[in-house]
């Protein structure tokens, strides 16, 4: 029985790190991929239904290929993605270690200041900073890693309290060890897999607010390919043109699936390793 | 014979317990005014039960968890001064083992990486590092092929000699052991212990063993403190405090023990 949950466990994990690798690859090599390009009009053969020759995924309203378009499409969610994660990791260990190593004054005013970060409703505050910004993907990529620092800020945080009283940190310290190094040996190496299971979870949620924002009109901006985009022009034709709606969501929902179940099942397998 | 090395002078430690934006709230004194001194080359036991502030006394004195007042001073270094320069020394001078081998060593290193951390820090060049490091791993009795290997394929009581062999790697003079054998099967505490007695004599170190474990205390120390909520109650020459406790808290404590073997100098 264990055994069984055993390889479905790792099955599941193959299929959703294969789906990622999959979406990777063809983020980067869609100009090879795409039939079309994702911005060539067709007028005449507007809501094309799918399987019509030359439209796999049939097309949209204005004669656009939606298979390009969604190959297209899982290059600003990825690009979206990382970029924001890596710049919520960023902000997010500057934080986290300050808050766990500068002593209990620094460590509240710093922690007051992410709860009131994570306290705004996260699409509203994203659109705050867009309205105030700009419309765009580089300000969608900016105000959501900034938005999702303190999910990393207080997990770091919290791995830096603990781990700073172990004793192979205090024997570091007790051999003299500099800052620096104490970081970059003895701290971040343990509390990595923690670190990589909130960066594919944290993909999940950027990927959610990307494409809210680009649906409100205020993400990707016409006519940059993206899933989040093709939705909200999608909704005049939800009777009409079904499949213009279907094949976004599916993208979205799939993509951030994975990354969820990435993350639960990394964490589950390094937690068992512990 | 009484070149004194450790001064431990009035030292207290005070926990606060700070409320939202530092409000002190509540405070526990852990180390109440203790003052405490060591001669060169002995062993100067510690005993007393849980939390009467042992471990925070062995910090305080490592300056890993610097007292709230009071100073300590060891071979005449002060490391309350405080330039950098005379911290190195006094990190080089002074070395503690924790009671717990398998959070001792940093999962993520190999042995050797770990044993050469203390060497590192003190800029000695790789290859001299290896040589030491597999010298350092030989006194100690683990074999010096296994330095490449990650800290979980070793035994806690090979753990507790590869965090001995990383302490020593930097020619400490004080080592402070809290409670180096007291997770450790009682077949493995015997060699431990006699492990450290034979680096005491060979390197000539000075130790402040704290134990809860009065036979162990008995067996090893020179001279024997006694320690109760954050104070010393009494403190003897081991065979005197043994034979003739005078605070009826050592009476009891020597009464509750189970057996007692003869002080170190019939064993020998």
Redesign the interface.
């Known amino acids: 029985m264990r055994r069984r949950t055993e390889i479905f466990v790792r099955i599941l994990l193959g299929v959703s790190v294969v789906y990622l690798m999959g979406l990777l690859v063809v983020a980067i090599a869609a100009p090879h991929i795409a039939p079309t390009d994702p911005r060539l009009q067709n007028i005449p053969a507007r809501f094309s239904p799918p399987g019509t020759a030359g439209f796999l995924l049939g097309s949209d309203e204005f004669g656009r290929d939606v298979f390009s378009r969604i190959l297209f499409g899982a290059r600003s969610a990825l690009l979206v993605g990382g970029v924001s994660v890596i710049l919520a990791l960023g902000i997010g260990l500057v934080v986290g270690l300050t808050a766990g190593l500068a002593g209990?004054?620094v460590d509240?005013a710093l922690m007051l200041l992410m709860d009131a970060v994570l306290s705004f409703p996260t699409v509203l505050l994203a659109i705050t900073v867009v309205s105030v910004f700009g419309y765009g993907l580089p300000q969608v990529m900016t105000a959501i890693g900034v938005i999702f620092s303190p999910l990393f800020a207080r997990i770091i945080r919290t791995e830096t309290l603990a781990l700073k009283q172990?004793?192979?940190v205090?024997?570091?310290?007790?051999?003299?060890?500099?800052l620096r190094r104490i970081i970059t040996?003895?701290l971040l190496?343990?509390m990595l897999p923690k670190i990589v299971v909130q960066c594919t979870v944290t993909v999940a949620l950027a990927l959610v607010v990307e494409a809210s924002l680009s649906f409100l009109g205020v993400g990707a901006q016409p006519p940059t390919p993206s899933w989040g985009l093709m939705l909200r022009n999608a909704r005049n034709y939800l009777f009409d043109a079904p499949w213009l709606a279907l094949y976004p969501g599916l993208a979205i929902g799939s993509t951030v699936f994975c990354c969820n179940l990435l993350g639960d099942l990394l964490g589950e397998l390094l937690q068992r390793d512990q | 014979m009484t070149d004194e090395l450790v001064r431990i002078d009035d030292v207290s430690k005070v926990h606060f317990q700070?409320g939202?934006?530092?409000r002190r709230t509540r405070s526990v004194v852990a180390v109440q005014n203790l003052s405490l001194s060591i001669t060169a080359n002995t062993v100067l036991g510690l005993v007393g039960e849980s939390g009467c502030g042992k471990s925070t006394l062995a910090?305080a004195v490592?300056w890993?968890d610097p007292p709230t007042s009071g100073r300590v001073v060891v071979a005449g270094i002060d490391p309350a001064l405080g330039d950098r320069s005379r911290?190195?020394l006094f990190?080089?001078t002074?070395?503690?083992v924790?009671?717990?081998p398998y959070?001792?060593?940093?999962?993520?290193?190999s042995i050797g990486e770990?044993v050469a951390?203390?060497l590192r820090?003190?800029g000695v060049p790789p290859d001299r590092r290896r040589r030491e490091v597999s010298r350092l791993l030989d006194m100690v009795g683990i074999s010096s092929s296994r330095t490449s290997e990650r800290p979980h394929r070793f035994s806690g009581g090979q753990r507790q000699r590869i965090?001995i062999a990383?302490?020593l790697?930097?020619q400490p003079r004080f080592l402070i052991l809290d409670e180096p054998v007291s997770s450790l099967d009682v077949s493995i505490q015997a060699q431990m212990v006699n492990l450290l007695l034979d680096l005491k004599r060979e390197l000539s170190l000075t130790y402040l063993f704290i134990s809860h474990d009065l036979n162990l205390i008995a067996y090893l120390s020179d001279e024997i403190a006694v320690m109760r909520d954050g104070r010393i109650i009494e403190q003897a020459p081991a065979e005197q405090l043994i034979a003739a406790p005078v605070h009826p808290y050592t009476r009891a404590l020597f009464a509750d023990a189970p057996v007692l073997p003869s002080p170190r100098s019939g064993s020998s």
């Open positions: 209990k004054a509240s172990e004793p192979f205090l024997s570091a310290r007790a051999l003299g060890t500099p040996v003895h190496p343990n | 700070a939202l934006f530092r910090r490592a890993l911290m190195a990190r080089r002074v070395q503690i924790f009671q717990d959070s001792s060593l940093n999962p993520r290193c770990s951390e203390g820090n003190q965090v990383r302490a790697a930097v």
